[in-house]
């Protein structure tokens, strides 16, 4: 049987798994550092990668443990090396280097956008290439051309702010704690979506495979401050009612925006197939309006359960495709933080 660690610190979780070429995940540990951004509405890097500095180990011990396995008994080191926070994602890879030269076992690179959309595979136990995959998450709203497991070809992405970024923002602006994406989930499920239309940027646009949220959060903001006034400190403070209504229309307006890009790129790729993954397609609305759009298209869709969604290690079985493949890395591997490399096989 072959057993490969899997390690995942490209943001702000420290992750580790034991995997095997099932893609079974007999050990899973996810550190959270929810609590160490949430002051500050946001992921601050440097507090991110201390973090990891910290963790790293436990969680891999941990990880080890759970999986009743011991390092000798593995057959790979594997590690997420991008995109992602660059302090962030040296902690794991110097992790993974560290313990490869301590066993001598190979050293497999994880795509982290990549591995989001293999998560569709791990969790539904089917083949789902070729594929569109649509990744929406704090960092990336992101489409692309999925040929194979790591044979990706970028066909759009966000111009400016990412969808969990969007979330994140407004859940400030409305004094909703962080993490923002479940917190304005959970308001807009007490508001009325059709209340206040907010723009839908680009979506009616045929001729681009790109979304813009950046002005959706404006819109937000000016909503929030009211007609004819400039600053945040003449506003009146909204009530929970208007918090609630303003949660579901800008939620409403980034799902429409998420939804009708899919669709345009099912129809341009002729594929038949969408995979979803990442923090954001763990909003329950996305996910609701994803089936209506397959069951109304009819193509297939997957998407992993909201555990393989968020940051983890388990998504990370995607070296067991590199490992079949002997795709292994020398140690001068080096991390690629920005979106430039993420088609690389």
Do not use: W
Request: proline share 6%; charged share 20%.
């Amino acid at each position: 049987m072959t057993l490969i660690l899997t390690i995942e610190s490209t943001c702000d979780e420290t992750a580790a798994a034991v995997v095997n070429e099932k893609l079974e995940a007999l050990g899973s540990v996810v550190a959270s550092q929810d609590e160490l951004h949430q002051r500050f509405g946001g992921v601050v890097p440097e507090i991110a990668s201390r973090a990891h500095v910290e963790r790293i180990l436990p969680v891999i011990d941990e990880t080890l443990q759970r999986a009743g396995v011991r390092l000798a008994d593995l057959d790979a080191i594997a590690v997420a090396n991008m995109p992602g926070l660059s302090g962030s994602l040296l902690v794991g890879l110097s992790a993974a280097k560290g313990l490869c030269v301590a066993t001598g076992l190979p050293l497999i690179a994880i795509n982290h956008l990549q591995a989001h959309v293999y998560a569709c595979k791990i969790a539904s136990g089917e083949e789902v290439f070729p594929c569109v995959g649509l990744i929406a998450s704090g960092g990336h709203s992101n489409l692309y051309r999925c040929d194979g497991p790591t044979d990706f070809t970028p066909l759009g992405g966000t111009i400016d702010d990412a969808a969990g970024e969007a979330f994140d923002k407004v859940a400030s602006l409305l004094g909703l704690p962080y993490p923002g994406g479940p917190s304005v989930s959970r308001a807009a499920e007490r508001g009325d979506p059709k209340k206040i239309r907010f723009p839908r940027p680009l979506l009616n646009d045929d001729s681009r495979l790109a979304f813009s949220f950046s002005g959706l959060k404006t819109a937000v903001r000016y909503r929030l401050i009211g007609p004819g006034k400039l600053q945040d400190s003449e506003a009146s403070p909204p009530s929970e009612q208007e918090i609630a209504d303003i949660a579901a229309g800008f939620q409403e307006a980034v799902v429409d925006c998420l939804v009708g890009k899919a669709e345009l790129a099912l129809k341009q790729s002729g594929y038949r197939t969408l995979c979803v993954g990442g923090g954001v397609a763990a909003n329950g609305r996305l996910r609701e309006r994803l089936e209506q759009s397959a069951a109304e298209h009819g193509h297939r869709l997957f998407i992993p359960p909201m555990s393989l969604c968020t940051d983890n290690a388990v998504m990370g079985a995607i070296a067991v495709e590199r490992f079949k493949a002997g795709k292994f890395e020398s140690l001068e591997l080096d991390v690629f933080p920005g979106q430039e490399r993420v088609a690389a096989s």
